[in-house]
């Protein structure tokens, strides 16, 4: 990616006070297996109407309540992948309508007079769960679906308790805790027709990937009838080794593939304020703070008479995050954070007053860097730059804006020395950053 150096914000009058230093299918009969769109002409031509799928209208009337009031691209292709009954690998950026794909397919072929389980959506995060079950349950209440949401951090005698007397023809949750209840035999999968993974690339990794081998295995071995399990795979990158997973486990799964060959993060306006100053040697903790503390001065100064409905701030350890969470509120910024040391009811809270509007700025943990969406968020601040091998951190945070068409901007404030390695990254999606001009000017 070709870079011209611009002249840069002057941040040098920027002083720390001792307070800042703060420490604390109908695809042509099974024929077309790949479906592949490359330019956005192409995309805006797959435009369509939700009644020309022919789906339930209930669920059409279910589609229209949670605001969809037309199939993004995807799902002009996705949908009708899923309700064939084949299995499906689909691949889109960012705020695309991945998830109203899969939820809309696999909502069309739930048999409502079945009281059993027929649908499982596997996820890595307990807050994309929980926006996913909250989709299921919006758009299915009409067809008289019902969804049940498992993940941990919440009373598993609660969840085998509702497992034991109720049906749910939906269930939404992270391999952990629906590993437990299949295994504990308190979750029936015999009945099960689909199984969703949905950011599969995350899925794939150390953490999860053996419990979803074995989810995989029991959903298989324990199904009754002839039909076979439908999995649907979905994510915004894929490696060859996730690939190789895919291959395993699905050998000729329909390939939905709308990635962009030119943008990935179109729509998202980046900006980049670097500094050259040494705070020490980086894995010393006061430097470390230092740092931290200087960057969050330098946003106050970037966003100062600035009128921002909302911004979600990023930054990797969850002390930093806190650090400067605590810094802006004393400042007197209308601020919350989120990392993964909150109990899940606790994190719940936080996401639903930023969802509302009742909080202004969201300091965010890498947590967040994935699924949760934030409708009409247009401004992410990134406080760090993510180390080259986990560039995909790069592409989902600056992914939190510009989504579902809407325009976004993300704001770089990084050090000189990570400056090499951010272009880097953002050589890898194609992406452009510019300095961030001394008259910048944000606008809705």
Avoid at 93 to 112: N, Q, W, Y
Avoid at 125 to 133: C, H, L, N, P, Y
Wanted: aromatic share 8%.
């Amino acid at each position: 990616m070709s870079y011209e150096k611009k002249p840069n914000k002057d941040i040098s009058s920027i002083d720390l006070t001792e307070e800042d230093l703060y420490t604390t299918k109908k695809t042509n009969e099974d024929k077309v297996k790949k479906v592949i769109y490359k330019d956005d002409e192409d995309k805006q031509k797959s435009e369509s109407r939700w009644e020309e799928f022919k789906l339930k209208p209930k669920l059409i009337e279910g589609v229209y309540r949670v605001g969809f009031e037309k199939p993004s691209p995807i799902q002009c292709i996705a949908v009708p992948a899923i309700v064939s009954g084949k299995d499906v690998r689909a691949q889109s950026e960012s705020g695309t309508g991945k998830t109203g794909a899969f939820c809309v397919g696999t909502l069309e072929r739930i048999d409502t007079s079945l009281s059993t389980t027929q649908c499982l959506v596997l996820v890595s995060t307990r807050e994309i769960a929980k926006q996913i079950s909250g989709l299921y349950e919006t758009v299915g209440e009409l067809l008289g679906v019902n969804s049940k949401l498992l993940i941990g951090g919440r009373k598993l005698e609660q969840d085998k308790s509702d497992l034991v007397n109720n049906n749910y023809h939906v269930v939404v949750g992270t391999p952990g805790r629906v590993y437990e209840m299949i295994n504990k035999g308190y979750l029936k999968i015999e009945n099960l027709k689909m199984m969703v993974l949905d950011e599969a690339d995350e899925l794939f990794k150390a953490d999860f990937q053996l419990q979803i081998r074995a989810i995989y295995e029991l959903a298989v071995e324990s199904k009754v009838g002839s039909d076979g399990l439908q999995t649907l795979f979905f994510s915004a990158t894929y490696s060859q080794e996730d690939l190789n997973v895919v291959s395993n486990i699905s050998p000729d799964p329909i390939i939905v593939d709308m990635r962009s060959d030119e943008h990935t993060l179109q729509g998202v306006k980046q900006y980049l304020v670097c500094f050259e100053r040494n705070f020490g040697p980086r894995n010393d903790e006061e430097a470390r703070v230092k740092e931290v503390c200087f960057k969050v001065s330098t946003l106050m100064a970037i966003i100062a008479e600035q009128k921002i409905n909302q911004m979600l701030v990023f930054i990797r350890r969850k002390k930093d995050a806190n650090i400067v969470a605590d810094i802006l509120k004393r400042k007197g910024y209308n601020c919350d954070c989120i990392t993964a040391d909150l109990e899940q009811e606790e994190r719940e809270t936080v996401i639903e007053e930023f969802r509302k509007g009742t909080t202004r700025i969201l300091v965010a943990s890498d947590i967040l860097k994935r699924g949760v969406d934030f409708q009409g968020l247009s401004m992410v601040i990134c406080l760090d730059v993510p180390p080259y091998d986990s560039r995909d951190i790069y592409f989902h945070r600056v992914g939190r804006t510009g989504r579902y068409g809407r325009r976004g901007t993300a704001i770089h404030i990084v050090n000189s020395s990570d400056l090499s390695n951010l272009l880097r990254i953002a050589g890898e999606y194609k992406s452009t950053i510019d300095y961030l001009p001394d008259d910048f000017k944000f606008s809705d």
